[in-house]
């Protein structure tokens, strides 16, 4: 029998419960409906290992005695099979030997008819808790082995552990970068790590948006001037090229450099030269140039707002960011780094997100990318109580269960829109099983090795759904 109990928050233990004693099937029943546990009985080995192929378990609690078999070889059979299992051994009849060797064959505890509730239920609690600190130590262990940085920048999707390496290899060379993505997607968080992680990191990081300032202004910030230039101008003023001289100077929203401008920039791309405003002196620089787009240039090209010898003079090496709706693995892994480093979090003792909170992040299409998920972030945490920001604290626009469909990119060819669907959903069910495949692959109605095999084609890995399920009951967002 399966007896759901409501989970007071986080992941709930399953425990499966072997015995052939109706009595002390309901005694246990009744003593662990009242924890946070989800309860299966059996009244043999055969139902209990059928019970084991079916869901997963966090622990068995077995007796020594059972039809079909005797509690140590279902206990060697569990450990072999599902190694994950936990087994708490029953033994009555002043079989204490029989106990310590079912716990050479891995049962983690014992305990002996009749018992006090209290006893069974400080066992069960102990074995929990060395599961969790095992599990613990697996993740962190799996953390350094599986998580990517670059600079301020955290991942595990292969989209981007792509992006890093391209990143590592130009942050060794001067040629000049484009940057493409979309809004919030972290273009000038690539562009610093270029600079930073390259020969030029002692150097100025120089950024300037160029659909920030009208033109003037921006001419005059870009190239500098001499006093006397303009009305106003009653001092020399370098501008932002020259201030880049020795690092990297940083062009963000390129494309809405007026087209004027472009022919003087295309020198300055070509020669590392510049004249001040008012000015007749050539001030020579060198600089690497990052620029960063979310529109498409080519485009802009042929429609005569982009001049195409300045496309090709930025357009030298081009860095594509994926948006978050096609990284949804990368977003537990992003609230936590934010809740280790925001100091709000940091002082409201705030270290853990819901599996709720996390499924209805995981739901939303992220049109403002990144960016957008920090500023969600920000908010829940300013509303969250306790140490742990839940579904309630999530503002209300992310809730919405068609907002994942807006992110749909219905320009796309149909092969690659539902490569992207695909992976979406199996990002959706394994977090909502915690990366169990047996649920999950009935959840999708496949077979198991066919989940396994969509899993690993899409670079994705099981046991990171399973380090966030543990988020409410006191474990780590992955």
Same mark, same amino acid.
């Given at each position: 029998?399966?007896?759901?109990?409501?989970?007071?928050?986080?992941?709930?233990?399953?425990?499966?419960?072997?015995?052939?004693?109706?009595?002390?099937?309901?005694?246990?029943?009744?003593?662990?409906?009242?924890?946070?546990?989800?309860?299966?009985?059996?009244?043999?080995?055969?139902?209990?290992?059928?019970?084991?192929?079916?869901?997963?378990?966090?622990?068995?609690?077995?007796?020594?005695?059972?039809?079909?078999?005797?509690?140590?070889?279902?206990?060697?059979?569990?450990?072999?099979?599902?190694?994950?299992?936990?087994?708490?051994?029953?033994?009555?009849?002043?079989?204490?030997?029989?106990?310590?060797?079912?716990?050479?064959?891995?049962?983690?505890?014992?305990?002996?008819?009749?018992?006090?509730?209290?006893?069974?239920?400080?066992?069960? +609690?102990?074995?929990?808790?060395?599961? =969790?600190?095992?599990? /613990?130590?697996?993740?962190?262990?799996?953390?350094?082995?599986?998580?990517?940085?670059?600079?301020?920048?955290?991942?595990?999707?292969?989209?981007?552990?792509?992006?890093?390496?391209?990143?590592?290899?130009?942050? +060794?060379?001067?040629?000049?970068?484009? *940057?493409?993505?979309?809004?919030?997607?972290?273009?000038?968080?690539?562009?610093?790590?270029?600079?930073?992680?390259?020969?030029?990191?002692?150097?100025?990081?120089?950024?300037?948006?160029?659909?920030?300032?009208? #033109?003037?202004?921006? %001419?005059? %910030?870009?190239?500098?001037? %001499? =006093?006397?230039?303009?009305?106003?101008?009653?001092?020399?003023?370098?501008?932002?090229? #020259?201030?880049?001289?020795?690092?990297?100077?940083?062009?963000?929203?390129?494309?809405?450099?007026?087209?004027?401008? +472009?022919?003087?920039?295309?020198?300055?791309?070509?020669?590392?030269?510049?004249?001040?405003?008012?000015?007749?002196?050539? *001030?020579?620089?060198?600089?690497?140039?990052?620029?960063?787009?979310?529109?498409?240039?080519?485009?802009?090209?042929?429609?005569?707002?982009?001049? /195409?010898?300045?496309?090709?003079?930025?357009?030298? *090496?081009?860095?594509?960011?994926?948006?978050?709706? #096609?990284?949804?693995?990368?977003?537990?892994?992003?609230?936590?780094?934010?809740?280790?480093?925001?100091?709000?979090?940091?002082?409201?003792?705030?270290?853990?997100?819901?599996?709720?909170?996390?499924? +209805?992040?995981?739901?939303?299409?992220?049109?403002?990318?990144?960016?957008?998920?920090?500023?969600?972030? /920000? @908010?829940?945490?300013?509303?969250?109580?306790?140490?742990?920001?839940?579904?309630?604290?999530?503002?209300? %626009?992310?809730?919405?269960?068609?907002?994942?469909?807006?992110?749909?990119?219905?320009?796309?060819?149909?092969?690659?829109?539902?490569?992207?669907?695909? @992976? /979406?959903?199996?990002?959706?069910?394994?977090?909502?099983?915690?990366?169990?495949?047996?649920?999950?692959?009935?959840?999708?109605?496949?077979?198991?090795?066919?989940?396994?095999?969509?899993?690993?084609?899409?670079?994705?890995?099981?046991?990171?759904?399973?380090?966030?399920?543990?988020?409410?009951?006191?474990?780590?967002?992955?």
């Amino acid at each position: 029998m399966d007896h759901p109990v409501a989970a007071r928050g986080g992941m709930t233990p399953q425990i499966l419960v072997v015995d052939d004693d109706p009595l002390i099937l309901e005694q246990l029943e009744t003593l662990l409906a009242g924890q946070t546990y989800r309860i299966t009985t059996a009244g043999d080995a055969a139902q209990a290992l059928q019970n084991l192929s079916e869901r997963e378990f966090t622990l068995a609690v077995v007796d020594m005695k059972i039809p079909g078999s005797d509690g140590i070889a279902l206990t060697r059979e569990i450990r072999e099979r599902w190694p994950s299992v936990d087994v708490v051994m029953i033994t009555g009849y002043g079989s204490i030997r029989g106990a310590v060797e079912a716990m050479k064959h891995g049962a983690s505890d014992y305990i002996t008819k009749p018992f006090e509730p209290e006893e069974i239920l400080l066992a069960i +609690q102990k074995v929990l808790e060395r599961r =969790r600190l095992i599990d /613990e130590i697996e993740y962190l262990r799996k953390q350094l082995s599986d998580r990517y940085t670059f600079g301020n920048m955290v991942t595990r999707n292969p989209a981007m552990i792509e992006v890093f390496s391209t990143i590592e290899m130009l942050a +060794q060379n001067d040629v000049t970068v484009l *940057v493409c993505g979309e809004s919030g997607t972290g273009k000038e968080l690539v562009a610093r790590a270029i600079h930073f992680q390259g020969k030029r990191r002692a150097g100025r990081f120089v950024a300037i948006n160029c659909a920030a300032l009208p #033109e003037p202004l921006l %001419e005059s %910030e870009l190239f500098g001037f %001499e =006093r006397g230039a303009f009305t106003g101008a009653l001092q020399d003023r370098v501008g932002k090229i #020259e201030l880049a001289n020795g690092g990297t100077l940083f062009l963000d929203e390129v494309e809405s450099i007026p087209l004027a401008m +472009q022919v003087k920039l295309l020198r300055v791309l070509q020669d590392r030269a510049i004249e001040k405003l008012g000015g007749n002196k050539i *001030v020579l620089v060198d600089m690497r140039v990052v620029a960063a787009t979310n529109r498409d240039l080519a485009a802009l090209v042929a429609s005569g707002q982009l001049r /195409e010898d300045f496309y090709y003079r930025i357009n030298v *090496v081009p860095v594509q960011l994926p948006p978050l709706r #096609e990284r949804l693995e990368d977003i537990a892994l992003l609230v936590a780094d934010f809740l280790r480093n925001n100091l709000l979090a940091r002082e409201k003792g705030i270290n853990r997100l819901s599996e709720r909170a996390l499924a +209805q992040l995981m739901g939303h299409s992220w049109p403002g990318n990144v960016r957008e998920l920090l500023n969600v972030l /920000e @908010r829940a945490v300013l509303r969250a109580k306790g140490d742990t920001v839940r579904e309630v604290d999530i503002p209300g %626009e992310i809730s919405s269960p068609n907002s994942r469909r807006s992110g749909a990119d219905y320009q796309a060819p149909l092969r690659e829109f539902l490569r992207r669907a695909e @992976r /979406e959903y199996l990002n959706h069910v394994l977090a909502r099983y915690h990366g169990g495949i047996g649920p999950s692959a009935r959840h999708a109605m496949v077979d198991q090795a066919t989940l396994h095999r969509k899993i690993k084609a899409h670079g994705l890995h099981a046991g990171e759904f399973r380090a966030n399920g543990r988020t409410e009951g006191g474990g780590r967002p992955a």
